[in-house]
């Protein structure tokens, strides 16, 4: 079985770019997170999907990333215009409740994120 | 709010040793679940152990066993004979009870790294 996949695994482009950013669950998870941990700091939550349904969204930093999941399957997100404060490596999760609590998160190997 | 500390940035230990990571959480909810993640150096994030806050054993995984007090809200990480491979990025984290919280949000600490010593 495939698991999380994140693409592009680093990308390095200039303040005011854009940035996609695609990441494909583990199929049959219907739970898709987005984190972004910047170096010596935390993973920060960014948002949280169910199916293509944003369950919880309030990790965005700002108007400037937007995250789509159509179709419920993979997601983007997107960054523009990038900013400095932006780099970081940001992971993708999935995971599959199904009614029981506990559930662990299967991440992505990261997409690397750095604006010049 | 809902807070993980990880007050280690880094810790050695010689290897064969059992060295133990620091995991203090902050929630008022009486329901949720605690984890820990490895992060090698190759970047992917791995699923360590699990503990449910109504969990009256500590959990254990091989050679991975955490230390939960719930009283002193601690939660942490035991790894007994380390190993050369267990050097990496530690991350604890937390989830809330979705019932209770509306959200499965989980949280994470900012890390420990563990370096192995020959």
């Known amino acids: 079985e495939a698991g999380v996949t994140q693409f592009p695994s680093h990308s390095v482009i200039e303040k005011g770019q854009t940035v996609t950013l695609r990441c494909d669950p583990i199929?049959?998870?219907?739970?898709l997170y987005w984190y972004r941990r910047v170096m010596g700091k935390e993973i920060k939550f960014l948002l949280h999907?169910?199916?293509?349904?944003?369950?919880?969204e309030s990790g965005m930093p700002n108007n400037r990333f937007l995250a789509e999941r159509t179709g419920g399957t993979y997601s983007t997100l997107k960054v523009q215009p990038a900013e400095l404060e932006d780099s970081g490596v940001y992971f993708c999760a999935s995971s599959h409740h199904g009614g029981t609590f506990t559930g662990e998160l299967f991440f992505g190997e990261g997409s690397r994120l750095t604006v010049l | 709010a809902q807070k993980i500390t990880q007050t280690q940035p880094g810790m050695f230990v010689q290897e064969k040793e059992a060295v133990t990571l620091d995991c203090t959480y902050d929630t008022s909810d009486q329901s949720y679940g605690l984890f820990w993640y490895k992060q090698p150096s190759s970047g992917e994030m791995i699923f360590l152990i699990y503990q449910g806050s109504y969990d009256e054993q500590n959990a254990t995984e091989g050679r991975y066993s955490l230390n939960f007090q719930k009283a002193r809200k601690s939660a942490n990480l035991v790894i007994s004979a380390s190993q050369l491979g267990d050097s990496a990025m530690y991350f604890c984290a937390m989830r809330e009870d979705p019932t209770t919280s509306g959200t499965y949000k989980y949280i994470f600490g900012t890390g420990t790294r563990l370096k192995v010593l020959a």
């Open positions: 199929s049959g998870h219907d739970n």
């Open positions: 999907f169910v199916k293509e349904s944003k369950q919880d």
